[in-house]
């Protein structure tokens, strides 16, 4: 059983950083595969944050958090983490992180859409205080 376990969310001031982490375990995924991060507000659809290859490399990201936010992982310890500096408080929300399945070319793009990944974290909250 695939289970991603995110942790490090939480209360910060406006211009404050944090960081979220996720650990996937139950299956073997491939280098080509990918993990994603998303955010859902309060009354609000899910949205994309920012996704990552599973070998690590470059990622791509929304243009809400460019600059601000930065996914890499730590092969070691298999662990994925969200940056996320000069926070807002319009960046309140959950965040969840999340794997795709399907294999992603070297030149293809990163998976955005919700429906393109097949496992999910928890979700972990962090409210961005004003």
């Known amino acids: 059983q695939v289970q991603l376990v995110e942790s490090g969310g939480g209360l910060v001031q406006a211009g404050g950083s944090l960081r979220l982490s996720c650990l996937p375990s139950?299956?073997?995924?491939?280098?080509?595969?990918?993990m994603g991060w998303f955010r859902q507000a309060p009354g609000k659809e899910r949205e994309f944050v920012g996704a990552i290859r599973w070998s690590g490399g470059v990622a791509s990201y929304a243009n809400s958090v460019k600059g601000r936010f930065t996914i890499s992982r730590d092969n070691a310890k298999s662990t994925f983490y969200l940056q996320m500096n000069s926070l807002k408080p319009e960046d309140t929300a959950v965040y969840y992180c999340?794997?795709?399945?399907?294999?992603?070319?070297?030149?293809?793009?990163?998976?955005?859409?919700?429906?393109?990944?097949?496992?999910w974290g928890q979700g972990t909250m962090v409210t961005v205080s004003s």
């Open positions: 999340a794997a795709a399945g399907l294999r992603v070319g070297a030149l293809s793009l990163l998976p955005t859409m919700a429906g393109q990944y097949d496992y």
């Open positions: 139950g299956r073997t995924f491939a280098s080509s595969n990918a």
